[in-house]
């Protein structure tokens, strides 16, 4: 089989097994959806048009950001303990596609965790945004999400799945809140505020609110997002190249 065959098979394999779970896609997806719908639909920053495009983002993000560290994060380490997995890394193929094809799945199912808190949004909000923004919105959120999705992998191939689970959710609660995915960072006083403008979660929101909103971030939040990117995809070779020498050699 060609490169691109072996990617497809592997990405459908992953996207029907993952699907085969219902609330593990729902999850991911209705949990940003219902944070809109408590906390910013029946307050009065619901109807000023950039706060409540503003809070749609940020929960959007929180979803993305989640679903990459929890698919990559536990689902790598789980994928780790099955006999399959080891199996199919021995066959004489490339590792190229498998990668690629968790790559898209998690790609797939950051999309799918967007539709329902968009579509409060739209309905009960007065959040709104040009489809050219939109578009571009939709590709910063997958750049944005890079240092989650290379940091689970980092976790999931490095972690059993007993401890990456805990593991995911002390280092994503904390970075959701410090990055201005719940409140505003607006709101943030001034020593959090600093502190903010150097995690991922910040650059994230930042990097997506530019595309949707034209507001340009900080350059510290760039830079350290940048540096959490190239960090997180160095420790994520490490621990790939490191699991597959302990097991493989």
């Known amino acids: 089989m060609t490169t691109l065959a072996l990617t497809r098979t592997h990405f459908r394999f992953l996207l029907l097994e993952n699907l085969r779970v219902p609330?593990?896609?729902g999850s991911a997806a209705i949990f940003p959806a219902l944070s809109l719908l408590f906390f910013v639909v029946p307050f009065g920053?619901?109807?000023?048009p950039v706060a409540?495009?503003?809070?749609?983002i940020q929960l959007a993000v929180?979803?993305?950001?989640?679903?990459?560290?929890?698919?990559?994060?536990?689902?790598?380490?789980?994928?780790?303990?099955?006999?399959?997995?080891?199996?199919?890394?021995?066959?004489?193929?490339?590792?190229?596609?498998?990668?690629v094809g968790r790559l898209l799945t998690g790609f797939v199912f950051a999309l799918i965790a967007i539709v329902p808190v968009t579509i409060v949004g739209a309905a009960l909000t007065a959040a709104s945004v040009t489809?050219?923004?939109f578009l571009a919105g939709l590709a910063a959120m997958l750049v944005a999400g890079l240092p989650f999705l290379l940091g689970g992998l980092a976790v999931g191939y490095s972690m059993p799945v007993k401890a990456a689970l805990p593991v995911t959710q002390l280092?994503?609660?904390?970075?959701?809140?410090?990055?201005?995915?719940?409140?505003?960072?607006?709101?943030?006083?001034?020593w959090l505020q600093t502190i903010s403008e150097l995690l991922p979660s910040r650059g994230a929101r930042d990097v997506v609110v530019w595309a949707v909103q034209g507001?340009?971030?900080?350059?510290?939040?760039?830079?350290?997002?940048?540096?959490?990117?190239?960090?997180t995809a160095a420790l994520a070779g490490w621990a790939y190249r490191r699991d597959e020498g302990r097991r493989f050699r």
């Open 45 to 48: 920053f619901g109807d000023d």
């Open 131 to 133: 489809p050219l923004r």
């Open 171 to 190: 280092i994503f609660f904390p970075l959701a809140f410090g990055g201005g995915l719940f409140l505003p960072p607006q709101l943030f006083p001034g």
């Open 62 to 99: 929180f979803g993305v950001l989640s679903s990459f560290l929890f698919t990559f994060g536990v689902g790598v380490a789980d994928d780790r303990e099955k006999a399959w997995d080891p199996y199919v890394r021995t066959l004489a193929a490339a590792a190229t596609p498998r990668i």
């Open 215 to 231: 507001i340009a971030p900080s350059v510290l939040t760039l830079v350290s997002f940048a540096v959490w990117t190239v960090a």
């Open 52 to 56: 409540a495009t503003s809070a749609v």
């Open 23 to 25: 609330i593990a896609v």
